[in-house]
């Protein structure tokens, strides 16, 4: 059963850079056909998905946050981490890292998230 768990700060300042790291445990991160995922869900709105890292290790990102976005990993580790530079206060919500299986299209396994404001 593979699990997730998200880490990183609770609170970044405007302009600032976010940084999370989602850890990864039964199962390993550059197992075939699965893609690992960032998403977000601010206040009082739905769930956005931010991007993924691929199996092979290929980044696809959210049009409207491809330019702050990145997201990299440490197979020594079984981590893939997210940053996002210039945060607004826009960019406050409950982050979580999932793993989508690309053969049947689904988000199967999530962290439990963790909230991320950004504030002053």
């Known amino acids: 059963q593979v699990q997730l768990q998200e880490s990183g700060p609770g609170l970044v300042k405007p302009s600032q850079t976010l940084s999370l790291t989602c850890t990864v445990s039964g199962g390993s991160i550059t197992a075939d056909d699965y893609f690992w995922s960032w998403i977000r869900q601010p206040p009082g709105k739905g769930l956005e998905w931010i991007g993924y890292?691929?199996?092979?290790?290929?980044?696809y990102y959210r049009p409207s946050l491809k330019s702050r976005t990145s997201i990299s990993r440490d197979t020594s580790k079984n981590q893939f981490t997210l940053q996002l530079t210039s945060v607004t206060p826009e960019d406050t919500a409950v982050y979580y890292c999932?793993?989508?299986?690309?053969?049947?299209?689904?988000?199967?396994?999530w962290g439990q998230g963790t909230q991320v404001t950004v504030s002053s």
């Open positions: 999932a793993r989508y299986y690309r053969r049947s299209a689904d988000f199967g396994s």
């Open positions: 890292i691929t199996d092979s290790g290929r980044t």
